[in-house]
Every structure is written in C-alpha cells, then in structure tokens.
C-alpha cells in the first residue's frame, strides 16, 4: 500500500494504477461505515484509493476542527488490512496554499439543511472534493448516506460541471440499536451515547406513521419533535421533511421523501437521514 | 474534422484521439490570434480540439452577448484547412441546462481590471472553462495574451483546483498599425477603426518611457490619458499598471509590469495590453 502526502508524487503513483480506479474520501478515524465504501470500492474497481484529509474549508470558525478525532496509525493499518492500493494523506499547506483563493460551489440546495446550520460548509466540501477528484482522477467515488445532503450536493456538482467520473452513494452502517456511525460519536459520553439512539428513533417513528398511511409532513414533523424532547441531553437544530432532489419542505409526503436531522446531544451535533420510498 | 455538439458525443469521440491532446477553447467568428493558438496546439500535441461557444454566464446583462459576432459556417472551414481533429460546438442548453446551478470562482484576482467594470466576468469565464477542462481532458490549453487578465485567473484557478493539464499563453496577434485582433473588432465603423489605433500607441508610449528610465507609474498612467483623450471617439474605461501575478496597482515600475487597458471606441469596448519585462 503506498501512502502518498504530495500531489506531485500521487501524480505519479497515479500513471502506475490499474483502470478503473474507485475513490474513498474520508477524513480519517476511520469506521465501518467507511469500511463499507471501501470494500463495495474494491468490488467495483481494480484499484482503489483512500484519501484522508481533515478539511478546514469545510468547518466554520466556531466548529470542531481542533478536536475533530485523529488515529492515522490505526487509520493505515485498517486500510492495509483492507487491500486498498494508495492512501492519499495531504498536509494542510499541501491543500491550501499561501494565496489559494478558488472555490467550487453549488447553489440552492447547499442553502437549506446542513446549509442552513452550517452557511460555509458545502462551499468547503464541494472545493474540497473537487481538487481531490482533479489529483486522484477516479472512475468512481464513494460517499455514504449518512451524509446525504454532501452526496447530492457533490452528484449536483459532478453534473453541473461535467466531471467525468459516478458518484456512488452507500447506505448508512448503525450500530446495533440504530445509531448511525460517524467519528463524531467518539465525543458522546456514556449517558450521551444512551441519549443518541433518539435520531434514528425519530426516523423509525417517521417512518412508521408513513406506513400507517399518515401524509401529512407538519404530522411527521410533531411527532418526532415531540419524541426527542422527552430525551433531556438532546436538543433538536432541524428537522426536515424535503424532496430527495431539491431538499425543498414538502408539505404532503409523496415518494421518495427525505427525512433528515441533525440534534445536538450535550455538545455534540449528530445528524442523520432516512428515505421513504 | 469531427463536428460534435453534445457532451456525450464528445466523451465517446474524445477515446479516440491520440494524446497529447490540445484544446483552444474559443468564441467563434475566428481570426489569425485563434489561427496562431491553433497551429501551436498542432505543434505541441498529437490531437487538437477547438471548442465554439459564446458563453453566456460571461456577459452582462447590459452587454453584447445578443450582438456578438458569429459565422460558424467560416469558422469550421477555416478549422478545417488547419486540420483540427475535433470541434465541439454545444448549445447553450447543452451547457447550462434547466436547474444549472454551479460554479467555479476565482477570487481577489478576478475583482480588478476587467472585473471592476464587469463583476460577474470571471465567474463565468472559470465556470465555462472548467466545463470545457472536464469534457474535453486537453492535456494543454492555449488562451491569447490579449485577454491577459481571464488567461491569469485561469492559471490560478487550475493551480488551485489542480487541475491536471498546463495552461499556455501565447503573444496577441496584432493588425499592422498594431490594433490587437479580436471578433469585436467587426463592430467598428471606419472612422472607429482608425481611432481603435489609440489602445496599442498608448501602451507603446508607456514602454518608451519606461524604456527611458520613467519608473512613476503615474507618470506613465498620465501620458497614457493624455495621449487616448485627443482621440475624440475613445473613452478610457481603465488604464492599469500592475504587478503581473497578483494585478495590484504599481507605485514604482518594477519588471515585470503589465500595462492594460480598457477603452470604448464609439460604443465598442477593446482591450489590450503589454508586458514590459
């Protein structure tokens, strides 16, 4: 497994890797969710690249950057287990050098969600993957649902820009009472980690009522707020009933829906998404 | 000579040709500045694509976009004598289709000069250009001095993003008075033409002076306006003297400099400039 820090030596490493080629961008500390990426990677590509970079563009000033998890020794000995073929682990100043001053964006759907909370973070993530996809060239790269809206933003972005590779998005990997994995779930302490359970409980009671026959999105909307209030470490920051494409509030619920949400459990702000379809 | 008017045309006829490939993206209505692009692309590579696109993202709402020259008929027989492998000539909808909704900025660079009198410019110039990059996968791209400032932000912008394909610029194609060619020039009447001489003396008389020890930017700022204001039909839009990388203004002329410039000529607007190095 080469594990590569410059673009210049990538580039290089790059003309030596057989096609077609499958991307797995993370940003380290890695779990089964990208563990799930990977191995789908290797099924559809006779090489696959991981790429691990904590990207500051994506965090906003008051956020968790600084304390972001970090393990890259663990991180490379569970991507050597995995067969991957090249680990693509840039510096900052690699990234970002003195006097970057470009940017990618996608607007509209960037603005609502994630976006709303968090006004910068697509602009970070969408300049971010495309700097990786002109350096790694892949035939494919893989992004996981539990971050759906950065998945459709980045298939609106590859669109728009005519970028010549397929966006594969894989389901979300839980822990066995549902919680979705996330580096981010290291934060939680035992009594928060307890508390966490209530977001994909609130998905699971959205969805049910939808089952049920219940259509009317305010309906689905109440009754989750009201099932996460009854949890005190948790405080909800949105809750969205939304089109799959647009990510615009639907006001009936007609398929497919996405129902998304992103809670604050002590500190700590999870997120997480289900679809009805 | 290919002829291809849709991406997915492209990407399959795109296999074919053999590398290296050349790019001259351009605006149509060609001259002998295109022609000079074109036979140096044929030099450098295997394979030469022209693209034909007036973009719309890069006009002002109040400019010449519905006016802007075009003859695609002479173009593709002139592209044709010089044996051009491939031309892609999409449609505007081809390009931006309904829900279009990304770009690609620049940023500092792209708010001076050109970009202080048209502030969207640039945003559109990288946008379409970043398409053009991710559809046709040039190994080298080639842009005219003459639009010096869009040829800077473009090279920025491939750094930035790493965009992997090198960006070649190469000297303006001059009239025999010395009026830089472009397709605007077709909008001059006589008299416009002859006063259109003013852009290339102005720049001119700031080389001689600084040829003769001048060193005060605003000396050479200031014989260049008194020099283009005897000309009845010119307007100066602006007179730039700047550092070559970062296009902030010079105090002092240090080498190297560019002197550039925007002048209405009746109701044309031309650009020209020098590099005095």
Same mark, same amino acid.
Do not use: C, V, W
């Given at each position: 497994m080469e594990i590569i820090k410059t673009i210049v030596d990538f580039r290089k490493v790059r003309l030596s890797l057989t096609e077609p080629v499958g991307l797995v961008p993370t940003m380290g500390y890695l779990h089964e969710g990208h563990m799930s990426l990977i191995r789908q990677a290797k099924m559809d590509n006779s090489s696959v690249v991981v790429s691990i970079f904590v990207n *500051?563009? @994506?965090?906003?000033?008051?956020?968790d950057l600084d304390r972001y998890p970090r393990n890259m020794e663990r991180d490379l000995s569970q991507l050597q287990k995995e067969g991957v073929d090249a680990v693509f682990v840039p510096s900052t100043a690699e990234m970002y *050098?003195?006097?970057f001053s470009s940017r990618v964006e996608v607007d509209?759907?960037? @603005? %609502?969600?994630e976006g709303a909370s968090r006004p910068e973070h697509f602009r970070g993530v969408t300049t971010v993957i495309a700097k990786l996809f002109n350096i790694i060239q892949p035939t494919r790269a893989y992004f996981g649902q539990k971050d759906i809206q950065q998945a459709i933003v980045i298939c609106k972005m590859v669109a728009d820009l005519n970028m010549n590779l397929i966006i594969i998005t894989l389901p979300t990997v839980r822990e066995p009472d549902g919680l979705a994995l996330s &580096? %981010?779930? &290291?934060?939680?302490?035992r009594r928060e980690r307890k508390a966490a359970r209530v977001l994909y409980q609130s998905l699971m009671l959205a969805k049910k009522l939808w089952q049920e026959g219940e259509r009317d999105a305010k309906t689905l909307h109440w009754e989750m707020v009201r099932l996460i209030r009854k949890e005190p470490l948790a405080a909800i920051d949105y809750i969205s009933i939304a089109d799959?494409?647009?990510l615009m509030e639907r006001e009936e619920v007609k398929l497919p829906t996405l129902v998304s949400l992103a809670v604050k459990i002590g500190k700590t702000r999870l997120i997480d998404n289900v679809i009805l379809e």
């Open positions: *500051p563009m @994506q965090f906003g000033a008051d956020e *050098p003195i006097h509209n759907i960037t @603005q %609502r969600l &580096s %981010r779930n &290291s934060y939680l302490n799959t494409k647009t």
